[in-house]
């Protein structure tokens, strides 16, 4: 039985090879190839254009000294001072040599006195603002914080 399968497997290859081989010698080439024929020079005509009558010689004859740009030109001015809102004034409270002691201290002042602020870190140093427009308020601040050995001032800045 394997003799038999052998034999069909050795037989339909040795058809395949043969077939291949016929196909390959009697290959024909049915490309067709397409020469174009160039003239020579000699038998170019010789077309040059008249220079008085090219249009780059119009461009360099015309005065007209009005520039257009290939777009429409559109102005638009909006009014955004009612959409930013104004400026606030505010009240900056400046510290010398200041640490986590003393900003714990301001927090603690601030707290106890009812006075709304904003604590802000810039480079590592605490900014400290106030919302208060009442100077006695103010130099509350600075006479407590002077308890506590903290020397401090209050400068106006505008938010």
Not at 55 to 72: Q, T
Not at 119 to 145: A, E, F, H
Request: glycine share 2%.
């Amino acid at each position: 039985m394997q003799k038999k399968i052998l034999g069909v497997f050795f037989t339909l290859l040795f058809v395949g090879v043969i077939g291949i081989l016929y196909s390959f010698f009697n290959y024909t080439n049915d490309t067709i190839v397409q020469t174009k024929q160039y003239p020579s020079p000699m038998q170019k005509e010789n077309k040059t254009q008249n220079i008085r009558s090219s249009w780059i010689s119009g461009l360099a004859k015309s005065s007209k000294n009005k520039y257009e740009y290939p777009v429409n030109e559109l102005f638009m001015q909006i009014n955004l001072h009612k959409y930013i809102p104004p400026k606030v004034k505010s009240y900056k409270l400046v510290i010398s040599n200041i640490d986590r002691y003393s900003v714990f201290c301001v927090i603690q002042t601030l707290s106890d006195l009812n006075l709304p602020f904003v604590l802000s870190k810039d480079k590592n140093v605490p900014n400290i603002y106030i919302n208060s427009s009442k100077d006695d308020m103010l130099k509350k601040v600075t006479k407590k914080l002077k308890e506590y050995d903290i020397n401090s001032k209050i400068v106006e800045e505008w938010l």
